[in-house]
């Protein structure tokens, strides 16, 4: 038979394409199944947001094993908790986005692993991802181009404290150390900063372009 | 909302608080449909950050050893109650909290954890704070894993009133977790005991909040090594 001449690996795609009847559910409809144990639609909602769940847990701890590792245990606990989600309180996609990012928090705190620049490939072009579609990585590129610009709009010691807070993992009170500013100040940077972000992704999206989602 | 609460919230919305300002925060949260409402507008501006990351993709790997694992894990809520079902007592009705009770105003529970006096201290504010909660408990959530009940007071305060828990191997201790959307937060250590134990939560509780209770090391650990042993519903206030 020709799948059992594939490797084990695309074996695992073989069965999982025979399961695709969650394509067409919604991301929040995948974790009421995930509640029930139902594994495909774990694995559905990771094509949908594993590439931007991994690309935030590298961007914090900059090292692939431990961006892993942070992404797994941020997935086994929506595995864990699914029947907790509440779709009232987020959409699923930034629930699992939040669970993978508190999980690479907590590791670059434990690590002593902190890296505030920029990554050097953030101005050029995304390396070839051979798990997502060209429709998915134009998707995210265009995404990307969209809240690189909300950011840039944003005042530079606003941009500045919510940078370091969700890229570098640094509390508040480590920030007001490292940057030699008052604490309240630092708590007044962030809240503006965020809320003026807020303000800019929602004027870009109501300017009708845009498709308001984390995943395609 | 003050500015502080809003800058509270902002704070939680990126992982950017220190444990105490966290506990403030998941107060606040418990309290406020406001400030949940400003929680979930903020997060999904914060997790839009996510987007604007480029880096390399994971290895091909990563989806089928998240899904292994998930495999060999049961899951926290649904599985622990299909596998316990056959070993659920009835839950403990209002005598046995009146019983907890008493047991609290005896200090049995205080007697039984505390080595020195500080500890004596805070063991009888918490009782106090615990015997509040269970003369007034405004909802309740049933437990599996073992016998007994979540009983939250009106400002999310809640206690875990629970029966005959079996003792831990040395070095080993119970330790209670309050999950909101997934993520764990100590609620206190307790020792094994006989009869009736009234285990005062830290912390508070919202709606749909899960209480858990693992074993873990001496100490405690700062987030669930192992499966729960016990777990209530997800609690409901209205």
Known sequence: ?216 | MDAETHELIAGYALDALDEGDRARAKEVLASSEEAREELRSLTEAAATMATATAGPAPSTGLRDRILDAARAEPQNVVSLEERRRSRLLPVLGIAAAVAACAALALGLWGASVSSNLDDARSALARERAAAAVLAQPTSEASLTGARGRLVVGDDGRAVLVVSDVPPVPTGKTYQVWVIDDGRPVSGGLFAPGNGTLAIPVDGTVGNGSVVAVTVEDDGGASAPTGKPVIASAPVSLS
Request: net charge negative; aromatic share 6%.
């Open chain 1, 1 to 216: 038979m020709l799948v059992e001449s594939l490797p084990s690996s695309a074996r695992v795609r073989q069965d999982d394409l025979a399961l695709r009847r969650h394509t067409h559910l919604s991301d929040e409809a995948l974790v009421a199944l995930v509640a029930r144990g139902d594994e495909s639609a774990l694995g559905e909602l990771y094509d949908r947001v594993g590439r931007v769940a991994y690309g935030i847990a590298y961007r914090v701890l900059r090292d692939d094993r431990l961006a892993e590792d942070a992404v797994q245990e941020g997935f086994l606990a929506a595995w864990r908790s699914a029947t907790a989600f509440r779709a009232d309180r987020a959409k699923a996609s930034t629930w699992i986005v939040t669970l993978v990012h508190r999980r690479a928090v907590d590791i670059v705190r434990r690590e002593e692993r902190r890296r505030a620049e920029p990554l050097e490939s953030e101005s050029r072009p995304d390396p070839p991802d051979p798990s997502g579609s060209a429709e998915d990585a134009a998707w995210l590129g265009f995404e990307r181009d969209r809240v690189q610009a909300a950011l840039r709009a944003l005042p530079d010691t606003q941009r500045e404290s919510i940078e370091l807070a969700y890229y570098g993992g640094y509390s508040q009170a480590e920030l007001a150390e490292r940057l030699g500013v008052p604490l309240g100040t630092i708590k007044s940077r962030m809240f503006a900063g965020l809320a003026r972000l807020r303000e800019l992704l929602d004027e870009a999206e109501s300017e009708g372009s845009w498709t308001p989602r984390l995943t395609s």
